[in-house]
Structures are given as C-alpha cells and as structure tokens.
C-alpha cells in the first residue's frame, strides 16, 4: 500500500494550458503539503493544510489553487501554466504536530513547452 | 532561511560506517533535529530525529552534542543504496503551523 501516492508522475503540457495534480494519502495524517522542487534541486513548500483548512500559503502565485476535499487528499491545480512552473511537484502528509517526520509521495514532474 | 550547515558532499566506502556532520549553533530549546534523505528522483525519506539525548533506529543513529549545537548522522553499515542527499533540519511543532524548511543538504556518494 502507498502511504502517500500522486498522480500523474509525469506531466508535459503547453504554456497557457490548467493542469491538475491529485495527491491521496491513507495514512490517517491530519497535515498534507505541498512543495516543489526546481531544476537546482531546492526544495521548497508551498502549501500545507490541516484537515482541510488552508495553514500555510507560502507566497505562491494564485495560478496556484490548492483544493482538499477531505483530510486524505490535497489537489494542486495550476492556471495558465507558464515555463517557470516546470519542476518535480511533492505532497507529503504528516500528524498535526508534524512531529515523527513527514512522509513525501514520490513526486509529480511537470514540463511546461 | 534554513538554520543548519552541513558540508555539500561527503564521500563513503560501501560497508563503513558513514559520519553525517550538521551544525546547528542557533537552535532554540524546544526545536527538534530531523534528519531527511533524497535518493535521486524520489520523494524526500525521514530518517530519524531527536531532541537532546542520542536516537537510533533501524537506518541510522543520531548523535547530539550536549549543548545541541551540532549533531551528527550516523549509517553504520554504508551501502551503495544510501548514496543521496541528506538533509539536517530543525524543526518546532507549532501546534499546526510550522513547516519543514529544508536547505542544501549534503551529497552522500557511497563507493563500491
């Protein structure tokens, strides 16, 4: 069983296009993230949300809309994609004090053309 | 605004003991140390973490200094597996809102 799994793992699209990535973790976590990765290998977070309320928006652009249905999943929807937006996309789930570690999913690597 | 140092890349024979070494000499009393590692294209793993007294696991020990200023990573038995970057972190529960910032890591080539 995967503990936190996303979906698509690849993603190539046109600029200008909306894209969506899903993330769904079964491990009864509380806290879903998200971070991305550039092509220097920094990574940084961007969203976190506790049992669906929106915690931490780290000054990303509103092209960047996350949306949590319920405390298992947290999808990242992307408006009019640009070139910069290309990067590997990480979710990761943790216990509401983030204590004992976060667990990532493997990654969702988005090429903007 | 990572609070850690570590050295960008460390090399390591396959079945040594690998010594991961991080300073962290601004950590505040009730920040943890977390220890990540990224093997290439995956998805960061945690490792282990500790307050102030020593950590081991089944992957890895954490030694801290007493005055929790540095802390060191240790894989006992290194294999080619464990080539990847590895990330000291500090770390305080905020009841919700904090976040695990990470920094540069440092590269953990494992050679045969």
């Known amino acids: 069983d995967t503990a936190v799994s996303q979906t698509p793992k690849y993603l190539v699209t046109q600029m200008g296009n909306d894209k969506s990535i899903k993330c769904e973790q079964n491990l009864g976590h509380d806290t879903m993230y998200w971070y991305k990765q550039d092509s220097k290998k920094f990574l940084k977070i961007m969203f976190s949300y506790n049992n669906k309320e929106l915690i931490i928006n780290e000054t990303v652009p509103n092209r960047f809309s996350p949306k949590s249905p319920d405390k298992a999943h947290l999808n990242l929807h992307i408006n009019s994609l640009e070139l910069g937006d290309s990067a590997v996309y990480f979710c990761?789930?943790?216990?509401?004090?983030?204590?004992?570690?976060?667990?990532f999913g493997s990654g969702t690597r988005l090429t903007v053309v | 605004d990572a609070k850690t140092t570590q050295p960008p890349s460390m090399d390591c024979a396959e079945g040594r003991a690998a010594n991961l070494p991080c300073n962290h000499s601004t950590i505040s009393g009730n920040e943890y140390v977390y220890w990540y590692r990224q093997i290439h294209s995956q998805g960061p793993q945690y490792i282990i973490h500790?307050?102030?007294n020593n950590e081991t696991n089944e992957m890895a020990s954490l030694i801290i200094t007493e005055d929790r200023k540095s802390s060191t990573l240790i894989l006992p038995h290194a294999t080619l597996r464990d080539t990847a970057v590895y990330y000291c972190?500090?770390?305080?529960?905020?009841?919700?809102?904090?976040?695990?910032?990470f920094g540069k890591g440092m590269k953990l080539t494992v050679n045969p």
């Open positions: 972190i500090v770390f305080q529960t905020q009841g919700g809102s904090e976040k695990l910032v």
């Open positions: 990761a789930s943790s216990r509401r004090d983030g204590n004992y570690g976060y667990t």
């Open positions: 500790g307050l102030k």
